[in-house]
């Protein structure tokens, strides 16, 4: 009973060690990204998209989405703390219920050009089984924004056309202006 106490005691304190470990990076990480929270709106919008609701839909080949943002405030941006951030709609199909995720094939265009897919996930929980697993057509996700793009632009484009991936082909995805945001740290 000793030897088993003595190996208690000794898991225990392991894992409160690691515990405080982990504590102490995570607050260090914390730390390293302090900083101020600025955000930006788009200041225009296309879409070629079926227009339902104040939602332009992404559901057939070449409907695309476009947000123009004006950047010179991200000049003084933290490195690798630029995102953009999308609240979008998600379903399956025409009328094809709640509660899906999917994906966007995304292009950035700035002093650079490149290319991204941002996932879009619809975290209600718990999920109903009886509606295709989920809740509400709400749907987000982020991505890192390359700071090649940005950095010396005044102005960046991001196009948004829905992902071929095996995954998400037949997900509609549904986009507005302002459902992006680009968001960093100073």
């Known amino acids: 009973m000793k030897g088993s106490r003595r190996t208690l005691v000794f898991v225990v304190s392991a894992t409160f060690l690691l515990l405080a470990a982990s504590g102490a990076l995570a607050t260090s990480t914390q730390r390293q990204q302090a900083g101020t929270l600025g955000t930006i709106q788009a200041s225009e919008y296309t879409s070629n998209g079926a227009l339902i609701s104040g939602w332009n839909w992404l559901r057939a080949s070449g409907d695309t989405a476009s947000w123009t943002f004006d950047v010179s405030g991200l000049q ?9 951030n999308l609240n979008a709609l998600a379903t399956k199909g025409v009328s094809g219920g709640s509660g899906w995720s999917g994906s966007l094939s995304l292009k950035f265009v700035g002093t650079s050009t490149k290319k991204a897919t941002i ?9 109903s089984t009886t509606d295709s697993a989920g809740v509400g057509y709400a749907a987000y996700g982020s991505v890192a924004i390359p700071m090649s793009v940005y950095r010396g632009a005044t102005t960046i484009t991001i196009s948004a056309v829905r992902s071929r991936s095996s995954v998400s ?5 549904a986009n507005n202006k ?7 740290l100073q």
């Open 169 to 173: 082909h037949d997900i509609h995805v």
């Open 76 to 84: 003084a941006a933290k490195r690798g703390t630029v995102f953009l």
């Open 119 to 127: 996932s879009v996930s619809n975290p209600f929980r718990p999920r």
């Open 178 to 184: 302002d459902g992006a945001i680009i968001a960093f």
